[in-house]
């Protein structure tokens, strides 16, 4: 499916959008990593839904994203962001940093959302569960700890980036830096606020995530509402890439079952 | 010219072989290899190195900050300080330097100078650095905001030392009700400021500007680069309407003086390339975390990498002697190679390493003897 290219302007700041689909809309927010382009797990999702995968701001260029200092002003960016997209309420999906940022937005006001699912979210941290260093690992370290069938390693580093390519990854992990670098990739507000998230929830995380361990999804459960969790087996940090599809036919089936 | 006498005081007894089963000796390396007997006896000597230095003919002795590493046993620098100044009577101490943005409260630092340079009668200077990258891993500080911090905090440092207090402050970072320090400084309008720096054109221009005009080191460069920072910063000088003097520049480097180039090669090996091999040598990844250089100055940086290909092998000393990033030899030797970069730049401090990596108590003493007989002496002005 070919997807749409436009650009969507928030205030001051203008990012990229992909669209294809038809169907209820459904906004996808990436990870630290960056800006995904359109991958086959969009596809699943847009033969039912109308797909939005936006660009924070901040990633790929820092232009215009001075005002985002924190994880707390790109949330409040994204309430602007839904309230100027023209829908009237979405299903938000986001992974790791957006899985955050998701969260985020929905303690503050879920009044633009239908559903949330969060696919091994960051934002919450787990006392004596350590999480990966991220920003300590080298980029071959980064690649075999972020997936658990290292075949999706050995292909992530059998490419050599071009410079501009490198320049976008190394603004991302600028902007990394700036939201998850102190507290370390958590909130300590979060989770006390958790029960103020109301719409229907899915939490998904890879049993074998090496960056943000599986017993993270504990405090998910014990404190969103109307939540429910699934674990991906044999799969690592990044489950929308590793496992497509068993990844999208869960967010279907939950999206399903709540409609029923 | 004007001789400091720098210690960086690093942790000599470390078992090699554990240290290179890690990543670094910065904030990874267990500290089950540390030995405080051994330790205890290490910042003795060092001590003892320092306070000779005064007897020698220094001008100032020098100390600096690092975290959690065996580089160097000093995350606290103004205990060192404080024994130096009871154990010396004239000699300038030289904190360089205090690493700014790192400190949730910059007051302290503030108070800790003055309190310095009331102990000292006025003999304090006061280094102002943002920290290597390692130290962001060290204590979780932010590296996107270190720039930021670092000149906020420099404003209400200077502030405390010089404006009548109680005064508030009004930050980004930093917000205080009360800022009202006793004591003052002892030297007035307050000691004076330094910056180290490995030369990001950002902190040249900063220094030089004309209501600061503070001097500036450039640390650890090869001869080339050094030469073109220092004339940046005269540039930039020239720039804000004044000519830059010589006591406004500065080099640091590790420096080894014997009778002959070969002996002074010989007996400085193990010491140098044991400090850029094992002490000093980093990733990337923990040398420079995101946000702590500008996205620009990052992205030239990992271009001119990628052209140089993968991690570079092991430092010799012919190689750093050669690119003149340490400076060894003959007294001869050595005195032409500062007086070239003295040609060349004007500059005017040199803070001189001579004790590096794992050169022992006994080739220092007479390194330092023979730097200061057979050097110095000619460069004095």
Request: net charge negative; hydrophobic share 45%; glycine share 8%.
């Amino acid at each position: 499916m070919a997807p749409r290219e436009q650009q969507h302007q928030v205030g001051e700041i203008s990012v990229r959008m992909l669209r294809a689909g038809e169907g209820e809309p459904l906004l996808f927010l990436h990870g630290a990593g960056g800006w995904p382009g359109w991958i086959p797990f969009f596809d699943k999702l847009a033969a039912h839904h109308e797909v939005l995968v936006p660009e924070h701001p901040g990633f790929g260029t820092l232009e215009k994203a001075a005002a985002i200092r924190d994880i707390a002003d790109m949330a409040m960016y994204y309430l602007d962001f839904l309230d100027g997209l023209g829908a009237d309420r979405v299903h938000l999906v986001g992974n790791s940093l957006g899985g955050w940022i998701a969260a985020e937005l929905a303690v503050r006001n879920c009044a633009r959302l239908q559903s949330l699912c969060l696919i091994s979210p960051a934002g919450v941290r787990v006392k004596g569960v350590p999480m990966g260093d991220n920003f300590i690992w080298s980029p071959e370290e980064a690649a075999r700890n972020l997936f658990h069938d290292q075949a999706f390693a050995d292909r992530m580093l059998a490419i050599t980036p071009t410079d501009e390519e490198a320049d976008r990854l190394l603004t991302n992990r600028f902007m990394a830096a700036r939201l998850g670098w102190q507290p370390r990739w958590f909130d300590p507000a979060l989770e006390r606020w958790l029960h103020r998230i109301t719409v229907p929830t899915l939490v998904l995380w890879g049993e074998n995530d090496k960056f943000l361990p599986s017993a993270y999804a504990e405090p998910w459960r014990e404190r969103v509402p109307d939540v429910r969790v699934e674990t991906i087996v044999a799969c690592g940090h990044l489950p929308h890439v590793e496992k497509a599809d068993v990844t999208a036919e869960k967010i279907l089936a939950f999206l399903d079952g709540r409609r029923a | 010219m004007k001789f400091v006498c720098f210690h960086l005081m690093p942790y000599r007894p470390l078992d090699m072989a554990a240290r290179k089963q890690h990543r670094s000796a910065w904030v990874v390396l267990p500290n089950s290899l540390y030995d405080p007997v051994k330790g205890a006896e290490e910042y003795e000597s060092y001590l003892d190195q320092l306070t000779y230095a005064e007897t020698l003919g220094f001008d100032a002795v020098g100390v600096n900050e690092h975290h959690q590493t065996a580089y160097g046993m000093m995350p606290a620098p103004n205990l060192i300080a404080s024994a130096l100044i009871q154990r010396t009577k004239k000699v300038k101490v030289a904190i360089l330097g205090r690493a700014l943005p790192l400190t949730s409260n910059p007051i302290w630092i503030a108070e800790e100078f003055a309190m310095l340079d009331n102990l000292s009668k006025g003999r304090i200077i006061a280094g102002f650095v943002r920290g290597i990258g390692t130290e962001y891993h060290a204590t979780g500080l932010n590296p996107s905001f270190s720039l930021e911090r670092f000149q906020e905090a420099h404003d209400l440092i200077v502030g405390a030392w010089t404006r009548p207090g109680p005064f508030e402050f009004e930050g980004e970072h930093f917000n205080f009700r009360y800022v009202n320090l006793w004591p003052r400084p002892y030297q007035t309008p307050h000691p004076p400021i330094w910056i180290p720096s490995m030369g990001s054109s950002e902190t040249i221009r900063w220094a030089a500007s004309s209501e600061r005009k503070y001097p500036f080191l450039v640390t650890f460069s090869a001869h080339e680069l050094v030469a073109r920072y220092l004339n940046l910063y005269r540039d930039a000088a020239k720039q804000f309407g004044y000519e830059a003097s010589g006591d406004q520049l500065g080099w640091a480097a590790p420096i080894y003086v014997a009778d002959t180039d070969e002996r002074a090669r010989v007996e400085a090996k193990a010491g140098i390339e044991s400090l850029f091999n094992d002490y000093l040598a980093n990733p990337w990844e923990m040398l420079l975390p995101p946000g702590y250089t500008s996205l620009s100055s990052m992205k030239n940086t990992m271009r001119v990498r990628k052209a140089l290909g993968s991690r570079a092998g092991k430092l010799t000393i012919d190689d750093l002697a050669e690119s003149g990033t340490v400076v060894v030899g003959s007294p001869r030797t050595v005195r032409e190679k500062i007086e070239r970069m003295r040609d060349l730049t004007g500059f005017n401090i040199l803070v001189s390493l001579l004790q590096f990596g794992v050169l022992s108590n006994e080739l220092t003493r007479r390194n330092m003897e023979m730097f200061a007989s057979e050097v110095m002496p000619h460069l004095k002005a």
